[in-house]
T-cell receptor, first 115, second 113 residues
Framework: EAGVAQSPRYKIIEKRQSVAFWCNPI?????LYWYQQILGQGPKLLIQ????????DSQLPKDRFSAERLKGVDSTLKIQPAKLEDSAVYLC?????????????FGQGTRLTVV | AQSVTQLGSHVSVSEGALVLLRCNYS??????LFWYVQYPNQGLQLLLK??????LVKGINGFEAEFKKSETSFHLTKPSAHMSDAAEYFC???????????FGTGTRLQVFP
């Protein structure tokens, strides 16, 4: 079974530029998450999709971050304009709700450096 | 809101020694609980999970955790540490209703020869 795919693996941009990350979840997984992991911290949930609908985006800085999941499969996360404090690893995860449990599978992440 | 607290951002043990990583959760209803491991430059990998049933959960790589409702804890243990266990470990809690997955701040485990 193929895992969660993310691209690119690394990205370096200047502040005020824009950037986009792509995620392809595991086939059949209805739930998709985007997390931001700043160095030395735990992953922080940015947005959670159920199919192509947003379940939770309370932690997403909507003035600069946007995300979409067209057709309930692939997802993109965009930052425009980027700030220095956006430097982090952006993790995508997906899950398939089974009776009694939900297990999230993670991609390898995209490491963003804003200079 | 649900949350998890991991006590100790760094834990160091000798190879062969007991590993104990602490996690306490805050939830008004029994949650789902998880331990994930993250190796350098990698995503997170599930070690084990507690949903319902047996409170002692066994995971991969010899790790296990015990759900203690009275203490609101879900500590991770391994009887004998191996050099390859050196990594970052995250405790996480999930809301049964929304599947929202919330992580702790992590504990970095160092294993010395």
């Amino acid at each position: 079974e193929a895992g969660v795919a993310q691209s690119p693996r690394y990205k370096i941009i200047e502040k005020r530029q824009s950037v986009a990350f792509w995620c392809n979840p595991i086939s059949g997984h209805a739930t998709l998450y985007w997390y931001q992991q700043i160095l030395g911290q735990g992953p922080k949930l940015l947005i959670q999709f159920q199919n192509n609908g947003v379940v939770d985006d309370s932690q997403l800085p909507k003035d600069r971050f946007s995300a979409e999941r067209l057709k309930g499969v692939d997802s993109t996360l965009k930052i425009q304009p980027a700030k220095l404090e956006d430097s982090a690893v952006y993790l995508c995860a997906s899950s398939f709700r089974q009776a009694g449990s939900t297990e999230a599978f993670f991609g390898q992440g995209t490491r963003l450096t804003v200079v | 809101a649900q949350s998890v607290t991991q006590l100790g951002s760094h834990v160091s043990v000798s190879e062969g020694a007991l590993v104990l990583l602490r996690c306490n959760y805050s939830s008004s209803v029994p949650p789902y609980l998880f331990w994930y491991v993250q190796y350098p430059n990698q995503g997170l990998q599930l070690l084990l999970k507690y949903t319902t049933g047996a409170t002692l959960v066994k995971g991969i790589n010899g790790f296990e955790a015990e759900f203690k409702k009275s203490e609101t804890s879900f500590h991770l243990t391994k009887p004998s540490a191996h050099m390859s266990d050196a990594a970052e470990y995250f405790c996480a809690v999930s809301d049964q209703g929304t599947d929202k997955l919330i992580f702790g701040t992590g504990t970095r485990l160092q294993v010395f020869p």
